[in-house]
């Protein structure tokens, strides 16, 4: 007996001292599961036999039924591989290879009745994801959070890409730094954004991008955010050491967990290439596939606005009326008009005849609804009602006139927050759309919640822009929403939540500028989680064309082209106006040519803060798209064309920046030009300081190449 | 110029200075405002030369725009006087009396831009109503209240009945006792109520009834409470000064005001009759007419119930499934059985019979619906569907068989306070009622709210109520809530929220038992708000009956009959189990033949703590029913009939204690006697100890007032 007690002991021991080690397909990934003292969880993981991210802690601590964290024993490993390959309703690639080695870790309490939680490790060639898991089980039913414990001690003072953490906003500016350096810049970088509620103690948002001082790049974030508060990191600029961060509720708690739960997973993307960075589909690959049944109704969206007009032109509004204090219970009609709202019947109509002229699917209008003339600020919960349009805006005859063009008008759903309000209203609202032929909705979150208390980036909200995304797909309608928590790879879940906001957009370009650098580094970071509706477009850059200040939009006209390319996303603006369109009608070319969906995609060039070029298939067509952009600096984008079939000549048209062109000089000059290439081809483009380059790749008849330079 | 100054000066001085005073339209209540140093605003209630109320201060403190509740200068006052009548649709009487002398007073804030607010009071002859009112203004559009500062400074130590203070319950037992003894009571009066969030410094609730030495009745309260949250009552047990105390949100704030605005009316009911605060219909003439168009779905409910076996039989459950673990995802069809499922298709139906047998109009079913297995105390926010119901409750199948025998099965929407999900689903669920012919609901909200930190008398929960209300109204249908905000006569302007519960009801005879003077208590109480859903009705009293334990109701069987007239609502319970009818066909009569609208209503005795006895007039008939109850005292009641035609005799049948009943000594034995009365009878009966007795009165023709004895 004494000796089978032994025995038993020993393999426990074996267990809990022997470390779990997997490596990634290609073994360039380790990653490395240990319990330490006290039955604290660890895990580390290395590259190339560096470290990524060295020995940290795993678990959770609850405020009701003690530790997640320790105590545990290993009751429990399992080992699987898989390698497969699943297409996305819409995407970057028609198909996308899942491939990982994974460990299950079922680790146990003995002093809690034995109550178990796993630890499932996923590492793939581009990184590792991982997530707890909380299995259904008599000893545990309920919990409440009270801080996840996960570490990210990285192995040195990296160069990060940073925001400042916070419950309610992404939409700052980006901050270039070494970890050390954070405190010390912390103050400036936390500029003003509406409803923003900074982290008190030091911390950053995912997804968060690092390289290091030998040329690894690290991104952290999180993927499959469901019934979860977002997570924050805490940042320790000493030991360079970061963790987990949950948002709380408006009573502090971080999350209500009832088994059979788990968290999201929390992703770590490396290599020693940033392009493959950007190529990773890691985090789309730890989401769930989507669960409807017919996707037929899903489809990209290319569209129009009545919304620059309100940032820009100065006289056109949101509000119908003079009055700064009303109430969805007032009578519209009463109020007195100031003359200045954008939503009106003739100027819908002018954006519908334009949208239908040049091919585009919809027409963004927002301002169309009763309540914009006090919607922000008040904390009101009645805000909008989502049904009742203002008196010179007449949805019926709209609705048909759009369809008689072939063009859908998106709705658009302000919240101001008042989310209550909004879920209350939710299946009135949808079905107005439904009666009026709409398909799609732009949602707004700005300003501070309600639910009073809770935060954008909490579990409650989290469940909230879920529950929006599926009761529109009950009513087939796609949902764009602004102002929302960051994604984390949702879209391949709920694939009508279409696109994002999430981050400081173009709208911020007439509000004080975005640098040159930071769509070089939104890639890197903000569309690591999905597609954002970055409402790129903007011609006509000098704002002070509209007769006041000085504000410009900080980039060349070409580098808004060649977002198109460079910013993913299904649903994609032509955000400027259209009588600036009219004014570069060859520029203009561009936008209508460019596919939202993809067979392929190739990241050419790469580096966060600097430059991005990416070439892309449109999906199902012999057609190629390439953007590059770079930041501040002039260089020369080097852009290959070893995608296209070998042995056959195309026609590229280059929009390239015209040699005297900057983002604050002659930034509307460029050149067009078109040449033949084919797979051998390399172009040496230049670029302008905050300019790009676009181009557009088809097959040419004889007519059409005839005459044409060879690359 | 300088002279026009003086008189200015002047005038506004006399304003200032001079006290405002009106009387009641009887005279004998004098109400009296004035501005105070500082520009205070003060008022006192003085009751035939007694003071009611003592000089108090009025005004609200705000977080955001400054005090609104000094350095008001008095802008205007005007008087007005009302004398009307009007018809509710359902009630206490056919017609109520409107008469009530008004003083509205407008102050303004020099200092603050002479920025303006109102206050009015309507003063009638059974007391005092006053509210503020915040006019639309270009200096005062939306603001946060941190308190109100409302007094009530009584001018005694008087007898009060009291509950403690507390922000989410109002299921409270009552303590009986000097406003000075009050803190040395607290401790013992806070009993265990789920959800409780009793209040840190000395408060109690509303309405508050209270006895002064020299025998004057004073009761406090409120009306029409919308969109602002519920008013404790600040208590100082040496001073006897009240003030409001509204109940915070999930930030601490305390209401979020946009005007045009007003506070609910703060509402005295004074009387040296205890029989007139019964009699008041002051809060009711204080609120809003209703604007529904079409009332005729509205209509009195008697009702049974799959539901006092879930307390009593011990063998019932709610939940259907064995686990204890439940999601709204699992397929319930796959739970274990627990065997004891009280709402099964065989158990409805035969509730179904005997409701159809008797005469009822419903059969309430509560837990039919998934998610009952977990349903309270962990907080869940996606707890119930209320559309799916379990796999032995077949929905089509019932609602058919009840239509058939001209019964409604009552909803069940026990929300577990998760409101978020309530409203996120109420449009889906009153949908699903209407398709299976249900035309009324009993609502929940039992445990903790959700959106978190918000409580269940707090402005963003009564407006959920009401945002409840007026939905089911859509649908047509009738809302009978429990554990809500406690009512302030708001049944008028939302006739379809036809009952609450909102005190300490019958379910908690089978919880530690009422205190045998409680339901002569409520009346001066919890019902001076509205139509409460008490439940009576319970003949089976000695609950060990059922086998298990001591609990018993602590009345005789015919004080439960008394209830259904001295607890006045339109929507009524037969809450015992068919079966117990079954055993006390005789009693049972009176409960099938008791009016639930009346043409009119006669309080003849009443004292709070002690004994009521009312009789009412049946609504468009010649019958007449009378309720009459002790508290743990014997005591005789006297029975008048003054109020039946002159000169004519009717049949009253007497159900009465027997002469060795009480509450704890043969509950069950009663006697029923016929007998002839005209309006000049008058009836000496003996209630027992926790007794009472029920009469119903008819036209009889000579057959049937044969030999009957005369009064």
């Given amino acids: 007996m004494r000796k089978l007690f032994l025995l038993f002991i020993a393999c426990t021991l074996t267990l809990q001292l022997s470390a779990q080690v997997i490596t990634s397909p290609d073994k360039n990934l380790t990653l490395t599961f240990e319990l330490r003292d006290n039955g604290v969880p660890y895990y580390k ?70 109550r178990f939680i796993r630890i499932r490790f996923r590492l793939f060639n581009d990184g590792l994801g991982f ?90 974030h999180e993927a499959a955010l469901i019934n979860y508060p977002a997570m924050n990191l805490n940042v320790d600029p000493k030991t360079f050491a970061m963790s987990s961060h949950l948002t709380p509720d408006a009573v502090g708690n971080k999350g209500y967990i009832q088994t059979d739960a788990q968290t999201p997973w929390r992703t770590i993307v490396v290599s020693d290439k940033a392009t493959d960075i950007l190529a990773s589909k890691l985090i789309l690959n730890l989401n769930e596939p989507t669960a409807y ?18 940032f820009v032109a100065g006289k056109s509004t949101w509000a119908y009326g003079k009055e700064t204090n009303v109430k969805l219970s007032d009578d519209f009609t009463k109020l007195t008009p100031n003359g200045t709202h954008g939503a009106t019947n003739e100027n819908v109509k002018r954006h519908i005849d334009f949208a239908a002229e040049h091919g585009f699917d919809a027409v963004l209008v927002e301002g169309w609804n009763i309540g914009w003339e006090d919607w922000f600020g008040n904390w009101k919960e009645e805000v909008f009602d989502f049904v009742t349009p203002y008196p010179d805006f007449d949805v019926k005859m709209l609705s048909a006139y759009a369809a008689s063009k072939g063009v859908k008008i998106m709705m658009h759903h302000e919240t101001s927050s008042s989310a209550t309000n909004y879920e209350r209203r939710l299946d009135k609202a949808f079905q107005f759309m439904q009666d009026n032929g709409y398909n799609s909705v732009k949602t707004g979150y700005v300003g501070k919640p309600i639910p009073r208390g809770e935060h954008h980036d909490g579990q409650w909200m989290v469940n909230h822009y879920i529950h929006v995304a599926k009761t529109a797909a009950d009513y087939k309608i796609m949902v764009n929403s602004h102002e929302a928590v960051r994604p984390t790879g949702l879209h391949r879940t709920y694939p009508n939540w279409i696109a994002q906001e999430s981050a400081r957009g173009t709208e911020f370009e007439a509000m004080g500028g975005l640098a040159p650098e930071h769509a070089t580094i939104l890639p890197f970071t903000r569309l690591m989680g999905g597609p954002m509706d970055y409402t790129p477009g903007i011609f006509q850059t000098d704002l002070s064309y509209y007769g006041t200040g000085n504000q410009r939009v900080n980039t060349t006209l070409v580098k808004q082209l060649a977002y198109y390319v460079t910013m993913y996303s299904p649903l994609q603006m032509a955000a400027d106006l259209p009588e600036n369109y ?22 050419q060039e790469a580096e966060p803060g600097d430059y991005v070029t990416i070439a892309r298939k449109a999906k199902g067509k012999n057609e190629w798209y390439v953007g590059g952009i770079t930041d501040e600096n002039a260089r020369t984008a080097t852009v290959r064309f070893d995608y296209l079939p070998k042995g056959k000549n195309y026609v590229a048209t280059i929009y390239a920046d015209a040699k005297d062109a900057s983002w604050n000089q002659n930034p509307q000059k460029y050149t067009i030009t078109k040449v033949q290439v084919n797979s051998k081809s390399v172009l040496k483009q230049p670029l302008a300081p905050g300019g790009g380059v676009a181009i557009s790749i088809k097959e040419g008849n004889k007519q059409e190449t005839k005459g044409l330079k060879k690359l």
């Fill in 131 to 220: 997530r707890y898991e909380f299995p259904k089980q008599d000893e545990l039913k309920y919990f409440v959070i009270k801080e996840e414990q996960t570490g990210f001690n990285l192995a040195g003072d990296h160069k990060i890409f940073w925001i400042p953490g916070d419950y309610d906003t992404n939409e700052y500016a980006y901050t270039t730094s070494k970890i050390s350096e954070i405190p010390s810049l912390m103050e400036k970088a936390t500029i003003d954004v509406h409803a923003q509620v900074p982290i008190k103690n030091l911390a950053v948002q995912t997804p968060s991008m690092m390289k290091t001082s030998d040329g690894l790049y690290i991104n952290i």
């Fill in 582 to 603: 009219a004014r570069f009608p060859d520029a203009f070319q561009f936008i209508k040519d460019v596919a939202l969906d993809w067979d392929d995609t190739y990241v």
């Fill in 45 to 114: 993981l290395g590259y190339k036999n560096k470290p990524v991210i060295k020995p940290s802690r795993l678990g959770i601590e609850t405020n009701d039924v003690g530790s997640l964290a320790e105590g545990f024993t290993i009751e429990d490993t399992k080992q699987a591989s898989v390698n497969n390959t699943w297409e996305p309703i819409m995407g970057e690639q028609k198909t996308i290879r899942n491939n990982y080695n994974e460990l299950l870790v079922t680790l146990k309490q003995p002093e809690q009745k034995n």
């Fill in 293 to 310: 049944e017919d996707v037929s109704w899903i489809k990209p969206v290319k569209y129009i606005g009545v919304w620059w007009e309100y």
